[in-house]
Every structure is written in C-alpha cells, then in structure tokens.
C-alpha cells in the first residue's frame, strides 16, 4: 500500500448547518475564544438562579400563609 504526501492542506470547515464554507470567510472569521468563557459564565448564572429559587421557596415553605393556602389547596383535593 502505497500513500502518497498531500501537497496542500485540505480543511474543510462547516457553519451550522453542515454546508461547507470557503477557506476565505473561514480565515476572516475570528476563532470562538470567549465561547467557552461565555458557557462558563452561563452555567454560572443559571445554577445560581436555580439556587436562589430553591431557597426562596425552602423559606417560604415555613410561613403560616404558605401552609395555610396549602391545607386548602388539599382539602379541595380531598373533596373531589
């Protein structure tokens, strides 16, 4: 078997939608350098948030409104 030496370099590069995009644009574009420390910032916020939420509604379990809504909310349950 025989290989022979590719003389020029070959890379394809896609956009999203997987249609090939010429060497030119491909060049020009800047490389995604911020992407990953835009998902890093992303997660950051999102996991915060999500623990914000849960909290808030941990401290709002224990206030007598809360339950008070809740036993009513399950006694129109039970009726049903």
């Known amino acids: 078997m025989r290989t022979t030496p ?3 370099s070959t ?3 896609f956009d999203p939608f997987g249609e090939p995009v010429a060497q030119g ?5 800047s490389t995604a350098s911020g992407e ?4 890093r910032v992303g ?3 999102f996991w ?3 623990l914000v939420i849960l909290a808030g509604r941990i401290y709002a379990y224990d ?3 809360v339950q008070s809504v809740a036993s009513y909310a399950a006694q ?3 009726l049903r």
């Open 76 to 78: 129109v349950v039970a």
């Open 43 to 45: 997660g950051a916020v």
């Open 11 to 13: 890379t394809m590069a």
């Open 6 to 8: 590719n003389s020029r």
């Open 63 to 65: 206030m007598p409104a």
């Open 25 to 29: 644009v491909v060049e020009a574009c």
């Open 36 to 39: 990953r420390t835009a998902r």
């Open 48 to 50: 915060t948030l999500a």
